[in-house]
């Protein structure tokens, strides 16, 4: 995500004096409400995978999680960017591509799988 958009939504709160109230208690509720708001968006659809008539609502819903993510971040002193490649590097360790390619199993599971398997 670009700098200028992180600084754009800090600036849109800063501007507004919401500060005061963005505790990392009340963003954490906050984002998890949005993204309840996002899962609403498949709530009783015939078919969970498509999504392009609802695209508007779906771009609408995952900035608010994104925004909150942002004030979160910002809340707590942490630097998005790095957390993110933090997780990254953490997520390529439980899940090499040997071992995960093509599955949707947790990383345990694939390690029990490999261990299964090679006895």
């Known amino acids: 995500m670009k700098e200028e958009t992180i600084e754009q939504v800090l600036k849109f709160r800063d501007d ?15 984002i998890c409400l949005e993204a309840a708001e996002l899962l609403e968006v498949f709530q009783w659809s015939a078919d969970d ?3 392009s008539e609802k695209t508007d609502k779906i771009r609408e819903e995952l900035a608010d999680v994104v925004n909150y ?6 809340a707590c002193g942490l630097d998005l960017d790095e957390i993110v ?9 439980k899940y090499p591509v040997e071992k995960a390619y093509g599955s949707k199993e ?9 261990e299964g398997g090679a006895q």
Request: glycine residues 0%.
């Open 49 to 51: 995978v498509r999504c």
């Open 85 to 93: 490649q933090e997780k990254i590097r953490k997520n390529a360790v």
């Open 16 to 30: 507004r004096n919401w500060k005061q109230f963005h505790n990392p208690k009340d963003l954490a509720i906050s």
């Open 69 to 74: 993510c942002i004030l979160m971040a910002d």
């Open 106 to 114: 947790k990383y345990t599971e694939l390690k029990m799988e490999n």
